[in-house]
């Protein structure tokens, strides 16, 4: 038999925004080769939109055009449903839901819905033999899902990070590169259209803290817990801060951790500072990056595009792929009933600091501030204070490895002092 | 059915150094994440080494003993035999198919025996109904076979790249860091073992140029052809050339670099400068870096340990851990009946070069030399002269886009200036 001549996989794609459209155009495109690499044809048999009349970039005349995507999900020709709508509940549930109860296998790039409902889907499709897919909703077009679930399949995994939101990055670089303060910049993206409608999604660390959950889910065996990351934006990094931890061989990123401690899950998705030298720390504008870290392969640093037409749609088809050759696999890579819910751990794992603090010029004002310091069971790795002509000066501090409670003690301790002026910002660093 | 009670995997292990005695103790270590990832048991029932006296860093009392890797092969209570044997070959080669017609699947990191048999042992496998994998035998941990033939199948690939052979890595980043030159670095390499018996396999560039034809063969859908590779080494590379690429902005790496061109599948592993700010740029020591270009996906960039017992045994029970799931994929990612024969392109696609020679103090110097490029063909981008006591000084040139033909047609009209001392060097500068 040849691969022509098997039994087609058909597809049903929901959702025919950018994603949409570059699947449509890749099955087109690439009809020979995807053929030939899983062995049968890959077909589009329907699709739907909320517009049939919207001008979209593709020939879609061959295709039924359903506009409820949960009738499209049921249709007798439609073996996989493509859900590229996105959105955690309304239509983009209902017609997963629909597709795993009509005994379609579902492909997804949304990760909104994996981080809020996945256990509960991942046991839906198992119970009736299905699989759920969702390469496309992590870092884009990085093979990342499948290289944490597959690749390092024999690793137990010790901590999973990532610049895993584009917009976020982009800013960052953009306000250190041309010297401009956040708000200029988060106006910039918003007219570049970098920023989702809702942009706290984005610079709130929403969507990739939705990211972070379902790594974490997959590396430790555990049921996503979205609620339990620790979400900070980037909306308070200043200028400032990108300079002086410039100055001290720093970038900042917004960068996720997940790690399973003695004290629990720790999953956090924060701002962090880490080597200008480091992979992380070199990584610039819209760029994605994973760093996954396993007990027998060490570090894999994975690096590529986290959004767009092209990349999205690279990873929906690798998991279409995977599907017309037979690889299955339950949704986070075990039984969904075998994960265990996690404790979350409530403190962080402890780190280095990064200190800036306004220092008023008096007698014995550094002093005050490094035994407040000392006091506090933080003790000074490194200390700049710059030049000034005014009554304080900015100090910055790197700490020891110490924990957030002390620091936050510390920050507590210094109003106390009548040395600092205003509010003290505190960085974690990273080690990577 | 739990996964404790599912029927077991039967490994049967041959060779006993440093990666199948990782690959033992990850299956002792992790037994239980084993099953629980994989839905059954993976146990090792038998092993081969030469030896069976050696001290090892493992338990193996429980396990079959067998002196002949053949017998072990086509044992009854083996499902899948192991290869970390090595060697093109002799023992591992016999084995292999000794297993594949005893119906056995196959995981092995011989990156040499695919290179030289890959084809057919690809076929050999298939025409049984099994399947040889072999993540381990390219780039270590990364699991960059698995993303190129699975990960990336929606995309025609592009361009495959990769430093990754880590010794060679390892001794060009030690001659400039410690500004020593080759032969000194080269014998500190051998003392830390970091080279193969035979060394020409590192620094001549085979070992890596296996790799690069089996990433080759995967990523265009042809037969593996190593011995279409371009090869050359890192003895002629100086630490003169090292710092001088360095002023001008570039890093030197012994890089592989396989496309489809008009003119047929190019395939090298040569030293190629890249821009010292690019990832391949900026990888230091002994790591390994793939890059894969898709037409969908762009650039993806993976980075990790390319060697080492945890690395490559990770890589090992991937493998391992797939075919106890059930994924099976043929070995290119496409029946091996289908790849075709690659036309070899016999030149390399256009690039710009660095280029150094050693000009004499003579009036008119600089003018004959930027004669005979331009009558070449070859236009000069930038050049840097640099200050002398002597009779002749260095000139570092960096050409617009060109082609080796005319690189080697003016370093063959050279001579004729008697303006030119010695021997020039060039050096193709990679687009990264």
Redesign the interface.
């Known amino acids: 038999m040849t ?1 022509a001549s098997a039994s087609p996989l058909r597809l049903g794609i929901a959702g025919l925004g950018t994603v949409g459209i ?1 699947v449509v155009k ?1 099955v087109q495109r ?1 009809a020979d ?2 053929a ?4 049968r044809p890959v077909v589009i048999t329907a699709v739907s939109a909320r517009d049939r009349t919207k001008n979209r970039d593709a020939d879609l005349s061959n295709y039924a055009w359903e506009v409820d995507p949960v009738a499209l999900a049921a249709r007798d020709d439609v073996d996989v449903f493509v859900e590229l709508m996105g959105g955690h509940e309304g239509a983009a549930k209902d017609a997963t839901e629909a597709a795993l109860a009509a005994g379609k296998d579902v492909v997804t790039a949304n990760k909104a819905l994996l981080a809020h409902h996945g256990q509960a889907l991942a046991e839906m499709a198992e119970a009736v033999g299905h699989v759920i897919r969702f ?1 496309a909703a992590v870092a884009g ?3 990342v899902i ?2 944490l679930t ?7 995994i010790r901590r999973v990070m990532g610049v895993m939101n584009g917009t976020c990055n982009y800013i960052l670089t953009r306000m250190e590169t041309a010297g401009l303060p956040y708000d200029t910049v988060f106006e910039e993206a918003r007219q570049l259209g970098y920023l989702e409608a809702d942009p706290n999604l984005d610079v709130g660390g929403i969507d990739a803290g939705h990211k972070l959950s379902i790594l974490a889910a997959i590396a430790f ?1 555990t049921k996503v817990r979205f609620d339990d990351v620790v979400l900070e934006g980037i909306g308070r990094i200043s200028i400032d801060d990108i300079r002086r931890a410039g100055d001290m061989g720093y970038k900042i990123k917004l960068l996720g951790v997940a790690q399973m401690t003695g004290r629990g899950l720790e999953q956090r998705m924060t701002p962090c500072l880490v080597p200008a ?1 480091s ?1 992380l720390g ?1 990584l610039q504008g819209g760029t994605n990056m994973v760093v996954l870290e ?12 986290g959004a ?1 037409e ?2 999205t ?6 998991d ?3 599907l017309a ?5 339950p949704t986070f ?3 969904a009933t ?1 994960l265990v819910t996690p404790v979350a751990a409530v403190t962080s794992a402890p780190a280095a600091y990064y200190l800036r603090l306004q220092l008023m010029d008096k007698p014995g004002a550094l002093a005050k501030v490094a035994t407040v310091l000392g006091d506090a069971g933080v003790s000074i790795s490194r200390m700049r204070q710059y030049g000034h002509a005014d009554t304080s000066a900015p100090v910055l501090i790197v700490t020891h490895k110490t924990t957030r409670d002390a620091i936050d003690l510390a920050i507590a301790a210094f109003p106390a002092t009548h040395v600092v002026e205003g509010e003290p910002v505190a960085i974690r660093i990273e080690e990577v």
């Open positions: 691969a570059g890749i690439h080769l995807i030939a690499r899983s062995g390469e077009g990085i093979p499948k290289a597959e690749g390092l399949a024999g690793n137990q065996g030298s992979p070199q396993g007990d027998s392969v060490g570090q894999i640093v994975l690096r590529g595009a767009g092209g990349p749609a690279s990873a929906v088809m690798g279409v792929l995977d050759r037979g690889l299955r696999l890579g075990q039984p075998t």
